[in-house]
């Protein structure tokens, strides 16, 4: 398995972004394959608001994270799910226990996914439903355009890959869960959208980039040889401006695959 390190890292414009995301935004591919009996599995459920969002639709809701500062974050909410501290690669349940086993944003980190997606099949029901959705940064485009975006996403992505993981994951779903032996393998994408017709996401998007592209990704990068402190400052500036500007666009293509375990 490659060496993997979390690109993202913990800061709080990192965890902050990730608690803006909800289940019917990041989950609307599974919702209509859900029946009110199921046991459903969120899989590296971060700060827990979309696993919050599962207990709506199904009777049982676990979530699992490799971090225990932020399993103590979604615990802290007075949430209806069993959530713990647990690896993707050891998952602390029997074999054949859950309906549906989730993940979102997750595969795209990791050094050996065909490894995840096994142990996420592990736990599932003969019959159940593996779903995972994934970002393309090689499709993450921003207007007006400028170099300092351009170079971000490129300095990102051999960053990402650096740390032992694959931030197009998005495109490769559909073959990982072929390769994972999974069948009636479903592949469907999505685009995000970012402007400032709801102004508090658009700026939220880009102030968090800003800020971790000085805090989380950006020094790692440096440290790698992929940029200079000078890259970061430029980087971290186009986001602002970005941000700033209520024309502005972004967007991106996410992956979104459904297998079932035969």
């Known amino acids: 398995m490659a060496a993997e390190r979390y690109t993202h890292g ?20 599974l919702l209509p394959h859900l029946e009110p009996h199921f046991h459903l599995l969120d899989v590296g459920c971060g700060p827990g608001s979309i696993t919050n969002g599962f207990t709506a639709y199904v009777k049982a809701v676990s979530g699992v994270d490799f971090s225990e500062d932020l399993i103590a974050q979604a615990t802290s909410a007075g949430s209806k799910v069993n959530f713990r501290v647990a690896s993707v690669y050891k998952l602390p349940y029997d074999d054949n226990t859950f309906d549906v086993v989730f993940a979102h944003q997750v595969l795209q980190h990791l050094g050996d996914p065909m490894s995840a997606l096994r142990e996420m099949g592990r736990v599932c029901k003969v019959g159940g439903l593996i ?5 393309s940064f090689s499709t993450m485009h921003g207007a007006p355009s400028s170099t ?4 971000w996403r490129e300095v990102y992505q051999a960053t990402a890959r650096r740390n032992g993981g694959e931030p197009d994951a998005g495109l490769f779903l559909r073959k990982w869960m072929l390769d994972a032996n999974l069948t009636d393998v479903r592949f469907t994408t999505s685009t995000v959208t970012y402007t400032s017709d709801e102004p508090e996401a658009h700026a939220g998007w880009g102030e968090s980039w800003a800020e971790r592209t000085m805090k989380t990704f950006g020094p790692q990068a440096v440290d790698f040889g992929l940029a200079s402190m000078a890259d970061l400052d430029e980087m971290s500036s186009a986001w602002k401006q970005w941000a700033a500007d209520n024309t502005s666009v972004f967007v991106y293509v996410n992956g979104e695959s459904i297998g079932r375990k035969k």
Do not use: M, N, P, W
């Open 148 to 151: 300092g975006l351009q170079k």
């Open 131 to 135: 779903a995972v959705r994934e970002a």
């Open 10 to 29: 913990y800061h709080k414009s990192v965890i902050g972004q990730h608690a803006r995301r909800t289940v019917d935004d990041c989950a609307a591919f």
